[in-house]
């Protein structure tokens, strides 16, 4: 999918965490429509929560579904084209020829939210839908087109900064309420072994950076980014000596000092003889490789 911010991926956000978000910058108060006239969507938590479900569902990234329809709703003001009562969050059908009634209605917060999220889906991957669609133009988007927000300018809106704009609000809500990055374990090695570490995050989405400072010491990659459990990586020392392993995912780095020593090599017993006499030991070697000098 090369660089960019993916649109396809799980996410542990808490509705209170958008929340949190939605209330430090919007400049309304989440509006009273809502808690008149929808049976989920009565309080912001609430209307945060349905995203996330709906994201979850579909595995799309939530930090996009929803900065995504606070650009299109100007932070849910419908000051637009399209209205409030058309639970309609990102301009789905609003075209430029006919903006205002060809805009898609939405009988709920819920089923408004679906079909972005499909939407969004359409776009960003070919995975059969998880939910039944309700999204009225689905069918229209080439499928797997536009695997990163930053793909959408142009498609999803004439705009050719939409897909910025959108990255804009994502890394503004990932720096008010940063993603946790960690590493699973302190990583010791030696030359020439390959250790195997995990990088645990709470928004599985986007690319992971990672990398050491001296690359003469130790090399490092993402082995599976699919992971169940977290990002799998490898790790290869080279040369001994410290350095520094950082990763970065969304504007969160981290940092952890490894060190690399050289092979080790003893004896299995102590050894003692008679003259015509053989006797069998072992060398034990942490690396097996190379030739021994005995």
């Known amino acids: 999918t090369g660089s960019g911010t993916a649109i396809t991926g799980s996410n542990s956000r808490t509705a209170s965490q958008l929340a949190a978000y939605y209330d430090k910058y919007s400049p309304i108060e989440y509006p009273t429509y809502y808690k008149n006239n929808d049976a989920e969507a009565k309080t912001l938590e609430e209307f945060c ?48 020829s006919n903006p205002s009634a060809g805009a898609a209605r939405f009988s709920s917060v819920r089923e408004g939210i679906r079909a972005q999220i499909q939407h969004l889906k359409a776009y960003a991957n070919k995975e059969s839908l998880v939910n039944a669609c309700v999204d009225p133009r ?14 959408l300018s142009g498609k999803w809106a004439s705009d050719k900064e939409y897909g910025n704009k959108i990255v804009q609000l994502i890394n503004k809500l990932r720096t008010y309420m940063p993603m946790e990055l960690s590493f699973s374990k302190q990583i010791k090695g030696k030359i020439g072994a390959t250790y195997g570490f995990l990088i645990y995050s709470d928004v599985r989405s986007g690319n992971l950076k990672l990398y050491v400072e001296d690359t003469d010491i130790a090399t490092v990659r993402v082995a599976n980014a ?36 050289g092979p080790e090599l003893s004896f299995n017993k102590q050894v003692k003889g008679k003259i015509e006499a053989t006797y069998g030991f072992l060398i034990y070697s942490d690396v097996r490789s190379g030739n021994l000098k005995l």
């Open 138 to 151: 689905f069918n229209l988007v080439t499928r797997g087109s536009a695997p990163n927000v930053e793909n």
């Open 226 to 261: 699919n992971d169940s459990r977290g990002y799998y990586c490898e790790i290869v020392g080279r040369k001994a000596g410290t350095t520094t392993l950082i990763a970065e995912l969304g504007g969160t780095k981290i940092e952890q000092e490894i060190s690399v020593t």
């Open 49 to 96: 929560q349905i995203y996330i479900d709906e994201a979850k569902a579909e595995n799309i990234n939530v930090d996009v579904a929803f900065c995504q329809a606070m650009l299109e709703t100007g932070w849910l003001q419908f000051k637009g084209s399209v209205n409030i009562d058309k639970f309609n969050f990102a301009g789905i059908g609003a075209v430029d």
